[in-house]
């Protein structure tokens, strides 16, 4: 027997923001029926509980300032986790806006003292960095040794 849909969504909104796709993928895998499911998901949002945008939001701050990830990487994980790419490259740009970019990528290098400049790039890659920024942060670490 099934439980109630919203207690389990609640219940999966408890540890962290969610997105509209994974409350829709959470509810779909415990056998919810579709009807059941955007019911669910419309009183979530009359309740503001549920919102892509301020999911989106916070989704960019973090990655960028706590996990120091860079944009081309939190833009596919949130196309990923469902938010419309309209919404992401509006939030992103306004997040970009307060922030510097080549500092996060010089947090995101770790420590550089002895480290290879080839292995700072590829790992700067992997976090999403454009090459401008690579190259800018590669510069310094040059400079410095």
């Known amino acids: 027997m099934l439980s109630d849909p919203l207690?389990?969504?609640l219940r999966y909104l408890r540890y962290r923001l969610r997105s509209r796709k994974e409350i829709h993928a959470q509810?779909?895998?415990?056998?919810?029926?579709?009807?059941?499911?955007e019911e669910v998901i419309g009183k979530l949002e009359n309740q503001n509980l549920l919102n892509d945008r301020v999911f989106a939001k916070f989704y960019i701050s973090d990655g960028l300032s706590v996990y120091y990830k860079g944009p081309f990487r939190l833009k596919q994980e949130l196309l990923k986790l469902g938010v419309s790419e309209e919404l992401i490259d509006d939030l992103m740009d306004k997040e970009l806006e307060n922030c510097d970019l080549k500092e996060i990528a010089k947090k995101a290098a770790g420590n550089t003292e002895q480290a290879d400049p080839d292995k700072i790039r590829r790992k700067l890659y992997r976090k999403g960095f454009s090459s401008a920024i690579i190259d800018e942060v590669i510069g310094e670490i040059k400079q410095k040794l």
């Open 27 to 37: 509810l779909f895998k415990k056998g919810y029926s579709e009807e059941e499911i």
């Open 7 to 9: 207690k389990d969504a």
